[in-house]
Nanobody, 121 residues
Framework: QVQLVESGGGLVQPGGSLRLSCAASGRFFSINAMGWYRQAPGKQRELVAGITSGGSTNYAESVNGRFAISRDNAKNTVYLQMSSLKSEDTAVYYC???????????????WGKGTLVIVSS
């Protein structure tokens, strides 16, 4: 089976920084796109940032310029560097990955269990 495990969440003051990590483990052929989503209380889960297998990135308008997504394919890990954090960034952050178990199969989506980020003074 495939598991995604997030780490790095916690409490940070407004204007501070935090780095989230997500590592994929198990047996699989390849990892395609990876991304970070978040869900705040009373709101729908939304895409924060995504990165393709080739390194192309996209960001939600609300975080563009403050967050940076990257990946280390050798470690099967994706990162989210968060800077200039605001109270509205408070949410549970979830890792997502499209993973294939053969060269011809469609990728399946996997989700981590989430890591909580609280931005408060």
């Amino acid at each position: 089976q495939v598991q995604l495990v997030e780490s790095g969440g916690g409490l940070v003051q407004p204007g501070g920084s935090l780095r989230l990590s997500c590592a994929a483990s198990g047996r699989f052929f390849s990892i395609n796109a990876m991304g970070w989503y978040r869900q705040a209380p009373g709101k729908q889960r939304e895409l924060v940032a995504g990165i393709t297998s080739g390194g192309s990135t996209n960001y939600a308008e609300s975080v563009n310029g403050r967050f940076a997504i990257s990946r280390d394919n050798a470690k099967n890990t994706v990162y989210l560097q968060m800077s200039s954090l605001k109270s509205e960034d408070t949410a549970v952050y979830y890792c997502n990955a499209e993973i294939s178990n053969s060269w011809f199969s469609d990728g399946m989506e996997y989700w981590g269990k989430g890591t909580l980020v609280i931005v408060s003074s």
